[in-house]
């Protein structure tokens, strides 16, 4: 499996972005995809998943605000990012192989490079 993350930049507290994750995996709709993030000395932190059946889980910090969805056309996860705010300044990562526990930052047998997300305060 290979990911590739986009979409990070800047943006205004109270604003929007869109983080797309592009996939290489033998079936698509079969890969269960997630977010990972990690801000400068901080540990890891599970963001959201979009399991391969459709369904999402999302950490409390964002829940409400951040929303996964699947382009199984385009073999494309996003992750909509609603009201950002200064603490969700990190760099984000797209990650599949979910291990035991997938709320746990380094539980993903495979990792994409990092995009950048600041919020503006």
């Known amino acids: 499996v290979q990911l590739q993350a986009s979409g990070g930049g800047l943006v205004q507290a109270g604003g929007s972005l869109r983080l797309s994750c592009a996939v290489s995996a033998r079936t698509f709709s079969s890969t269960t995809v997630g977010w990972i993030r990690q801000a400068p000395g901080k540990e890891r932190e599970f963001v959201g998943i979009g399991w391969s059946g459709g369904s999402t889980d999302y950490a409390n910090s964002v829940k409400g605000r951040f929303t996964i969805s699947r382009d199984n056309a385009k073999n494309q996860v996003h992750l909509q990012m609603n009201s950002p705010k200064a603490e969700d300044t990190a760099v984000y990562y797209c990650?599949?192989?979910?291990?035991?526990?997938?709320?746990?930052?380094?539980?993903?047998?495979?990792w994409g490079q990092g995009t950048q997300v600041t919020v503006s305060s």
């Open positions: 990650v599949a192989g979910p291990q035991f526990n997938y709320r746990r930052g380094n539980a993903y047998a495979y």
